[in-house]
């Protein structure tokens, strides 16, 4: 199967490989991140192309994240096939966020025989926050009394959970998997740098 050719750009080689790689609209997706990122140079980046599967119908979703020297610049693309015309959409959008504005970098690796050493990866979780977005989770409140049947409320926790991705070797290659920790730990450091 021929790969789909995006026209020239002013991405580095590296990004636009990815892109043209998950073959999803390659020139929109090209076009949106360049648009956002201007004369910016890209420092690293990660792309994430998943399927979700509702009833008899398959979404695909694309998330294209770049570190540049001051920003981290995020693009959404999504296919959507509500036009009661029946044509084919797709719905893109980037946000720009200054480094200095990312409160949160988690970098969770879920690991299978840790006693081998280092371990075989099986799972990972990158979850970046800057604070748009907060997550609640509540739980109902207790009192120290065991025998207490009074109702305490609630008690939450509020969680900035702006994007998170999600990889495994099984479902997205191990190859993937290490571009997903190499770009959170060059992000964590990012804004180690950017906070001095």
Not at 90 to 98: D, G, K, L, R, Y
Not at 116 to 121: N, S, W
Request: a negative charge; glycine letters at 6%; one cysteine or more.
């Amino acid at each position: 199967m021929q790969q789909p050719s995006i026209r020239p750009s002013s991405l580095p080689d590296e990004v636009r490989r990815s892109i043209i790689g998950c073959g999803f609209f390659p020139e929109l997706v090209s076009e949106s991140i360049e648009l956002a990122l201007g004369e910016e140079p890209v420092r690293t980046h990660l792309v994430h192309h998943e399927a979700t599967f509702m009833a008899e119908e398959v979404h695909r979703h694309l998330s294209l994240m770049v570190v540049t020297p001051t920003r981290l610049v995020v693009g959404h693309t999504d296919e959507s096939n509500d036009n009661p015309a029946g044509v084919l959409q797709a719905i893109t959008s980037t946000e720009s966020v200054p480094l200095r504005n990312i409160n949160s970098v988690t970098v969770t690796r879920v690991l299978a025989e840790p006693e081998k050493g280092a371990g075989r990866v099986v799972e990972t979780w990158l979850t970046i926050g800057w604070g748009t977005l907060r997550r609640l989770e509540l739980e109902p409140a207790h009192c120290a009394d065991p025998t207490c049947e009074a109702d305490h409320g609630f008690s939450g926790t509020q969680i900035s959970d702006d994007i998170t991705v999600r990889m495994s070797p099984a479902a997205d290659g191990e190859e993937s998997v290490r571009r997903l920790v190499e770009f959170g730990s060059t992000l964590q450091q990012a804004i180690s740098e950017s906070s001095r």
